[in-house]
């Protein structure tokens, strides 16, 4: 791709965008400060409306003026032409320099828009959301360029009417911060170990956040009192008469496998400093989606353990310490209905599993395209997901 750098004028800058089912790249060149912008103009039919009036309070959000132009869904192409061109008349008469973002899943809109940009002899572009990158369609002299991934969690959501409804509100230590990475980096040496502390942790006594009492094969096991030991010196425990107190909810969470997540968390956290293609991450995130054709307002809520938002495409990582049964190959269609519900054709889905899974899930990940990483068999996951999430 051409990389070298436009000189813009200095006028002012309208964008005139077209709103369809795929909304990203009506927003993602606007928020991007190396390509000018001073003012949004969507176009939208009837159908995309719900979209549009995201997409303006986002772009007001980000102080953009935005103005809204609705049309019939049954307008013909000459009809559509006769609203575009007085649209870019009045851009004109304001002393503004029109742009037209052609990018729409509504092909005769594009075309349409399209012809009528190029009378005006008006720069227009498309953006390619696989490579996520501007293409000029005029002038073709113009450089073509990537577009620089700004958009957030938050605002992905917004956009496509998802709810956020809580967040992990779990604050960890830096001392257990450290102890996930160690854990998850020793998971196949620690197996058994990790396991059974997994076991404890999930058969609490009420609110006492207490253990049952250890067996004397849990005593025996060397491995599993290294792992209290850990707990212990991070001050996550109080171990007395063969039981395991919990500190609070956070700490019980974090040795019932909690500790994958946020190791997860913590690598994402560092190698997104020196990875620029990740723009947002966040943790344990509940969000709440409206059913499809649903006759009503009930939203099913589902909660994501770790969210990544990288060249602007959607990555969700589940992670899972428990084994899996014969009956619960659905967290594998979980994820792939997740992909649909909220991030479209071009959103990721990744398994992160403490134990292999069997032939045939295996077989379910590979047609669901959903990317596996098993802790006992891949020594070295960390790279494994970085890599992954590169290819985004």
Known sequence: MNRTSQVWSDTAKTHICLVSDDPLPMLTPIIDEKIPSDRLLLVFFEQDEILALNAKKIANQREYDCELLKINQHANIDEIKTLLTKCFDSQIESDVEVWLNATSTHLHLSLAAFEVARAYNAPAFVVE???DALYWLNPESWPNQMIHDHLSINEYFALKSIAISKTNPFVYSSSLKTLASVWANNAKRLHG????????ANRTSGESLTSVAMTKQHLSNDSLQLLVDELLRANAIIYAKKRITFADNNA???AGGGWLELAVTTHLQNIKKDNNKIQDIALGVEVEVELENAQSSKAIKNEL??????????????CKTAKMKDNQTDVLYKLDSLRRRLGSKRARCCLITFFPLKRHEYLRAQISSIHVICLAEDSDWKQSLTTWLNQA
């Open 193 to 200: 170990s990790l396991s059974t502390l997994n076991y404890l």
């Open 129 to 131: 959301p696989r490579l």
């Open 305 to 318: 353990d770790n969210v990544v938002l990288a060249n602007n495409k959607l990555h969700v990582i589940e």
């Open 252 to 254: 019980r969470f974090f």
